[in-house]
């Protein structure tokens, strides 16, 4: 299994300001990935987070806005740039850790995600 | 896109209820994976099915993988107050290693 914590667990920003979330694993991961949630909704994937390459995007998310760090296996970090109030929401780092041993599945563990407010 | 539905959007029932949920698509998933979320947490993984036809049960939960593997539902019996969550189905997208598609998700509420 894999533990992760994200930095800051929540945060009320102005408008304009930009805010780095941080996201660390207990252990050595294939990937990672970020994603937003609206409270009581469903997960959207923003980006993969590559180890030592440029983050890959989904449709509707670019990297000036959510540039992505990824300097090793267990730690990343995702900066809300120039926020707005359309951009508060639950952000959410996973980890997806393949099946070690024979009859593993694939599973993918989750942070308890960083709660973004912009004024 | 490989779109999961789940059904119903929000449920509220009484202590001791049965309730299911449901997760369906057009597309077939090589797995699919439910998850429950508390307020404030992130989701954490109840179970993944595999095979056509798997039903798995987690002490009052009981969850099916359908035939071909196109839709799963996830049963509980004799529902608690602790049960109360928001239930999102998930399946590992073809197009892309290791990316979950998520479903809408279930607003499921159990009172006293």
């Known amino acids: 299994s894999a533990v992760i914590s994200q930095k800051p667990s929540r945060d009320i920003c102005q408008r304009g300001t930009s805010l780095t979330i941080q996201c660390q694993v207990d252990s050595q991961v294939t990937m990672m990935f970020w994603y937003r949630q609206q409270p009581g909704q469903s997960l959207t994937l923003i980006a993969t987070?590559?180890?030592?390459?440029?983050?890959?995007?989904e449709s509707g998310f670019v990297i000036d806005k959510f540039p992505i760090s990824r300097p090793n296996l267990t730690f990343s970090t995702l900066t809300v740039s120039n926020m707005s109030p359309e951009d508060s929401s639950i952000y959410l780092c996973?980890?997806?850790?393949?099946?070690?041993?024979?009859?593993?599945?694939?599973?993918?563990?989750f942070g308890p995600g960083t709660r973004l407010t912009v004024l | 896109t490989q779109l999961l539905e789940q059904s119903p959007q929000f449920l509220s029932i009484q202590e001791g209820e049965n309730l299911t949920v449901y997760c369906n698509s057009s597309s077939v998933f090589s797995s699919l994976q439910w998850y429950r979320q508390e307020p404030g947490e992130g989701p954490v993984l109840l179970v993944t099915?595999?095979?056509?036809?798997e039903v798995k049960k987690l002490k009052r939960l009981t969850f099916q993988f359908g035939d071909a593997r196109k839709d799963s539902s996830l049963h509980i019996t004799a529902a608690q107050p602790g049960d109360t969550g928001l239930y999102l189905c998930a399946g590992y997208r073809t197009d892309s290693w290791g990316k979950l598609q998520f479903g809408a998700g279930t607003q499921v509420v159990v009172t006293p």
């Open positions: 099915v595999v095979t056509g036809g």
């Open positions: 996973s980890a997806w850790a393949v099946g070690v041993q024979r009859g593993d599945t694939d599973t993918q563990y």
């Open positions: 987070a590559n180890q030592g390459s440029e983050a890959t995007y």
